[in-house]
């Protein structure tokens, strides 16, 4: 999806933006012969602009927290049950000590705006990052495991 301006000033209208490899002559028809747009297309319409309202949505999120000063970067170290220790950089989070040193206000602007139960949503994800990594580690393991091998387990 990409944004149109006129004369400087943003539209609402987007255009959806398609690889040229990805059409071909066997491709879904999107338009009817009037030019209506099919169910497909309004099916495939609705995700696209569901997928940009989300992003405005996760950005202006982030925005609120880092204005707030909540975020904090941190380096994840899993190691899991089977396999090499993994370690990522980079990564931010909410701090928890922060958020629960807020002024009530703040607190009470960051629930009205529906950004507080995402920020607990992400905290209790935090927590996945070993089971995840515990999952992928078995399922590298399994694919690795030769059928026969499979079969008797």
């Known amino acids: 999806m990409t944004r149109v301006t ?3 000033k943003e539209q609402p209208e987007r255009i959806a933006c398609v690889e040229k490899h990805a059409i071909n002559d066997k491709g879904e028809t999107l338009h009817d012969a009037k030019g209506n747009p ?5 099916e495939r319409k609705k995700l696209l ?3 940009e309202n989300d992003l405005v949505r996760s950005d202006e999120m982030s925005r609120a927290i880092a204005d707030l000063g909540l975020l904090e970067t941190f ?4 190691v899991p049950n089977q396999g090499t220790p993994l370690s990522m950089t ?3 989070r909410v701090a928890e000590q ?3 040193g807020l002024a009530p206000e703040k607190l009470t602007e960051l629930t009205q705006n529906g950004i507080l139960a995402r920020v607990y949503a992400h905290l209790i994800s935090l927590t ?4 995840l990594l515990d999952r992928l580690a078995g399922t590298t393991k399994r694919a690795a495991t030769p059928a026969r091998e499979r ?3």
């Not at 996945?128 to 089971?131: D, L, M, S």
Request: glycine content about 14%.
């Open 128 to 131: 996945n990052f070993g089971r």
């Open 75 to 78: 380096t994840m170290q899993a």
């Open 98 to 100: 922060k958020l629960g």
């Open 151 to 153: 079969k008797k387990s």
């Open 49 to 51: 602009f569901d997928y």
């Open 90 to 92: 980079g990564m931010h």
């Open 38 to 42: 099919t169910p497909i297309w309004e």
């Open 6 to 8: 006129v004369d400087g």
